[in-house]
């Protein structure tokens, strides 16, 4: 590995799944881990092991499947844990199948948390610190710690405190400004002295870690690499705590475009970018700004004369970077009314979907139907179908029929018809103020799984009248349906929300597959109907 190279460290199903409203099945978060891998991170921090019963399962999995893959070297999965005996034994339990396994341990050194939130003095700290990553190493050889708030901590203790976790062991040190509080330039300066005062700093690697309370987690991040840090922790599109963690595209894009400003590169396939913003946003339900850097709906739209004319003309007039070096493509009329079931599948592969069999002809029988209503079918089209099948793919209910009423004349009323877990049919009618809420009732009715809709989005994936909907939600179980788990800061115990995703021509149809998808996971997690999650043969 040369030494401009910077490990990306992907945090999405640690930090990212963390924040509020993110939470993933464990299906879910196995195809984010495959999806990872092909994007080309070194590490996956897969979960928090300790947290529950359901996220030692999940990381597990990921260790044993995408941490073992022999189609190339496989990425280090990670686990974390407290700087606790028992967290540290369920972070091993979970991810020792994996190739390259990794314990990734942290204790804060700030005065404020080590005073308030520890109740501990930094003597303790130190002595924690060495007897917790040395304990770590008796399981495997990759191990690494965290001063958490390190942003807000004193340099020269943190010196201290990083050079005793390398005497215990620790390889990788990684830098956290927990509450995204520093500025490039203090940020820069605190990495480059831990590269020059901390005592065996030559051994281990030095990670970057920062939230982006003041919109600054990629500038520190960027300055955190250029004073000498070799591993970047980051999330896709940015989701964690709070405002979020560095986003991974912003980085991988920052450092390929302006390669000649920082020298350094990463193992990222860039054009994997664009499907793995969708695929996390989608099974999470967490839709991303349209002005988003890089993934956002309009980060490579032209909407002013001026600037499509300049467009036209020369492409570098207005781009700094093409669409489809992030995996977004330009082409328009991908296929047609006449195209067959192998046209496209083999365009679906080409856009990262490998949908087979059963899945295909569904997709294909949709693309059909759509291709009869709507006269250009673009990529942006295939890939809202395909998603929506996988997303749908293995769920307990099925929407079989939906049909509403509605306008100023008269109540908004709904019915609905269902498959259930079991095959049976149900069919429900109800009234609500709007044609969603006349469906959700009626889905209610049927399901009977109490919850809060948090929030609802809909968003046409193209221009046009005859466009697709996507329709993301987010719901809350009630109270004690799903078990909590617990947050690895602060130790509190956490209520997890869930999306759903659904993709139609008709919104009203795609807003109920949307709030289907959602009720789906709740019922799997809650283990409601014995649901049993089955792992997903797509994009296997
Ligand atoms: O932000 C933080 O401090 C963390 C640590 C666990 C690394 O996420
Ligand atoms: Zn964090």
Redesign the pocket.
Known sequence: MSDNYVRIFD?TLR?GEQSPGASLTSNEKLEIARGLEKLGVDVIEAGFPAASPDDLEAVRRIAKEIGNSTESEPPTICG?ARTIKSDIDAAWEAIQHAKKPRI?T?LATSEIHMKHKLRMDPEEVVDKVKEMVGYAKTFCDDIEF?P??AGRSDPEFLYLVLGEAIKAGATTL?I?D?VGYTTPKEFGDLIAGIMENTPGIEKAIVSV?C?DDLGLATANTLAGLQAGARQA?VTINGIG?RAGNTSLEEIAMALQTRNHVYNLETGIDSKQITRMSRTVSNYTGMSVQPNKAIVGANAFAHEAGIHQDGMLKEQSTYEIMTPEAVGLNRSSLVLGKHSGRHALKVRLIELGYEIDGEELKTVFKRFKDLADKKKIITDADLEALAEDQVYQAKELYRLDGLQVASGTMGLPTATVRMLGPDGELHVQAAIGTGPVDAVYKAIDEIVQMPNVLLEFHINAVTEGIDAIGEVTVRLKPQDGTIPKRTS??SGEERRRTFGGYGAHTDIIVASAKAYIAGLNKLLTTSGRHGAVEVVSEVGA
């Open positions: 945090t930090d974390l990734h942290f965290s958490e708030d990684n956290p927990t870690h939230h922790e705590e690895p800061q």
